[in-house]
């Protein structure tokens, strides 16, 4: 069993946009994140549109079809208005969903457009949406790279959105969660103005909920600002052994987080302080010197693996961890393919760690998700 331990949100119109086009809901356990498209008041009438048809909240049954159907009916009334109201035409909408579902301790994530959702567990944080844009499309074919689609001229250009046509097919998935997750929902004036690990960094480094999201804010302002910016984030407990309201820290402490800390805490820490300062201290030694040559490495290495979810992903680095905790690779994309889900051979070319150039890497998996119907 989980709950919704605490959520914040923050939406801000940035420094360079006249009007917020962007709309979100904070219901517990459903949250929402619209970015509205053509002109000031069509754009906000299409965000607000789509965030009306989710206000009588989750409906019983199952969550995706639920999600799935309240998608289909901001798409329909969206295009509609826009079709009896010339001032409204041509307007559309990014929207990104989310909803705990309590007993069987998953978020279900519906989406169209690029606002994008986010998992962050034990330090890592996981992408959980795929842009749906012109440049996300290049960056899969092979056409750019993943530091080229960051900053692509054309990034903001959308190949799927709420409003232009009758029906629109939206992205569902249920990911798992663990009593301490951080889950964040943002629009694209966040993404656009500061990378996946500086929202990490933020997220871990927040004091509280409420400190993550007016962080993450502030820092896509001091960026440029260049569209409307909004934020949910939301974290995850288990009522029996809740997170204490004094702290309501983003900083996970459960599962491995939680293991070192009541580790720290025990007995034993007396007459070993200092061999352990000395350990430490020795160790750090020599990672300075192996730092200057694995950092190379760890920027041109890429292999496939299996992340947390048990699903097929991508990372740069070197499959290797050293002591306290120091990951020589970082998890750059996760796909919908379970591993255990593929014929052997497939699993081994999952499993083994190869070590490969970007190009190879990201064929593969391309290869691997059409294998299994997920890609045109």
């Known amino acids: 069993m989980l709950r919704v331990s605490g959520h914040s949100e923050r939406t801000d119109v940035g420094r360079q946009r006249q009007a917020n086009e962007d709309s979100y809901l904070a ?107 012109l440049v996300e499309e290049m960056r899969r074919r092979g056409q750019i790279t993943e530091e080229q689609a960051e900053d692509h001229p054309q990034r903001s250009i959308i190949t799927r959105a709420l409003g232009p046509e009758p029906e629109v097919q939206a992205d569902l998935q249920s990911v798992d969660a663990d009593p301490g997750d951080i889950f964040l929902l943002c629009s694209d004036g966040l993404t656009t103005m500061i990378g996946d690990d500086r929202i990490r960094e933020i997220l871990m480094g927040a004091t509280s909920l409420d400190a993550a999201a007016r962080t993450l804010v502030d820092e896509a302002n001091r960026a440029g600002g260049r569209d409307n910016i909004t934020v949910i984030v939301f974290q995850v407990e288990d009522p029996s052994n809740p997170i204490p309201r004094g702290e309501q820290p983003t900083m996970v402490r459960s599962g491995a987080s939680a293991r070192a800390a009541r580790h720290q805490a025990g007995p034993g820490r007396g007459p070993r302080r200092g061999r352990v300062v000395a350990g430490i201290l020795a ?23 299996t992340d947390p979810a048990g699903r097929v992903a991508l990372y740069q680095g070197l499959p290797y ?47 691997i998700e059409s294998s299994e119907g997920l890609t045109g």
């Open 27 to 133: 219901r517990s356990p459903l949250f929402v994140v619209a970015d509205g498209m053509g002109g000031a008041q069509a754009g906000e009438v299409a965000s607000l549109t789509a965030i009306q048809a989710f206000q009588g909240g989750m409906p019983d049954g199952n969550p995706e079809v639920a999600i799935e159907r309240m998608i289909a009916t901001a798409n329909r009334n969206i295009h509609e208005q826009a079709h009896s109201d010339p001032s409204l035409a041509g307007m559309g909408t990014t929207i990104t969903v989310a909803a705990v579902d309590s007993e069987a301790e998953r978020v279900v994530i519906g989406h169209v457009g690029d606002s994008r959702a986010y998992r962050l567990r034990d330090g890592i944080i996981q992408r959980l949406t795929k842009d749906h844009s």
């Open 283 to 305: 160790a750090l030694a020599v990672l300075l010197i192996l730092a200057g040559g694995l950092f190379f490495a760890t920027r041109q290495a890429w292999f496939l693996g």
């Open 321 to 367: 961890e050293l002591p306290f905790g120091i990951d020589l690779y970082r998890l750059k994309y996760s796909s919908a393919v379970q591993t255990d889900s593929l014929p052997e051979q497939r699993q081994r070319a999952v499993t083994d760690h190869t070590l490969r150039s970007e190009d190879d890497a990201t064929s593969l998996i391309e290869d």
